[in-house]
């Protein structure tokens, strides 16, 4: 069974720590997503890497830096939390590009839950 | 620029009942669309996925989508509603082929 494994389901920091939110894949996926899901908001896209050491800005990427040194293994860095990045993070995996059978469906984790005090 | 506009943040229909949730999509090329559900604290699981092989998609769990190229929609039906179908659901739009651009979501929430 294919599987995305999001390392912390919750997590509670306080304001200014440094915050390490870890993502696996076993499915041999090019690209990784984080996104950031907020009420009222859906899915916001912070970052995504279409290859090992390669990242690329979302919509959202202020305050977050991400690491990709392995191509199964995607990180989420959050380098001095504040309260406004209160919100459930996802983490994805596709295949490259969208073509035969590959429509660039995502692979979704549980989510991890940070709560910044 | 790609979009996606789901219509209603919250549904609420009786068990039984007829399911109806709406998303209307813009975009330069033909899309990619992709509904997903998620259940209470859990990541996103899909649902179905219209890839221009069959406008009618059917998915998993009785629900189905029509893609609607005149209308620029891609709503999502199931013909009875049950509440284990009580979750929040995603429209989505495939960009360029990797990120997906998804709407606010709508919450379902059925009642006995």
């Known amino acids: 069974d294919v599987k995305v494994t999001q390392s912390s389901r919750y997590l509670v920091k306080r304001t200014g720590e440094k915050v390490f939110l870890e993502c696996v894949q076993d499915?041999?996926?090019?690209?990784m997503f984080w996104y950031r899901q907020d009420p009222g908001l859906g899915l916001r896209l912070i970052y995504f890497?279409?290859?090992?050491?390669?990242?690329e800005k979302g919509d959202i990427p202020e305050g977050y830096s991400v690491s990709r040194e392995k191509k199964e293994r995607f990180s989420l860095i959050l380098e001095s939390a504040s309260t406004n990045q209160t919100s459930m993070y996802l983490c994805?995996?596709?295949?490259?590009?969208?073509?035969?059978?590959?429509?660039?469906?995502?692979?979704f984790g549980e989510g991890s839950r940070l709560t910044v005090l | 620029a790609q979009s996606v506009t789901q219509l209603g943040s919250h549904v609420s229909v009786s068990e039984g009942a007829l399911v109806l949730l709406r998303c209307n999509y813009s975009?330069?090329?033909?899309?990619?669309l992709f509904w997903y559900v998620q259940y209470p604290n859990q990541g996103l699981q899909l649902l179905l996925k219209?890839?221009?092989?069959?406008?009618l998609v059917k998915g998993i769990n009785g629900f189905e989508a029509e893609f609607k190229k005149s209308e620029t929609s891609f709503h999502l039906t199931k013909p009875s509603a049950h509440m284990s179908d009580a979750a929040e659901y995603f429209c989505?739009?495939?960009?360029?082929?990797?990120?997906?651009?998804f709407g606010k979501g709508t919450t379902l929430s059925v009642s006995s």
């Open positions: 994805a995996s596709s295949s490259l590009g969208t073509s035969g059978a590959n429509t660039g469906e995502l692979f």
């Open positions: 499915m041999d996926h090019e690209n």
């Open positions: 890497s279409y290859d090992v050491k390669m990242k």
């Open positions: 975009s330069s090329v033909p899309p990619y």
């Open positions: 219209y890839t221009s092989a069959a406008t």
């Open positions: 989505a739009l495939n960009q360029a082929g990797t990120a997906l651009i």
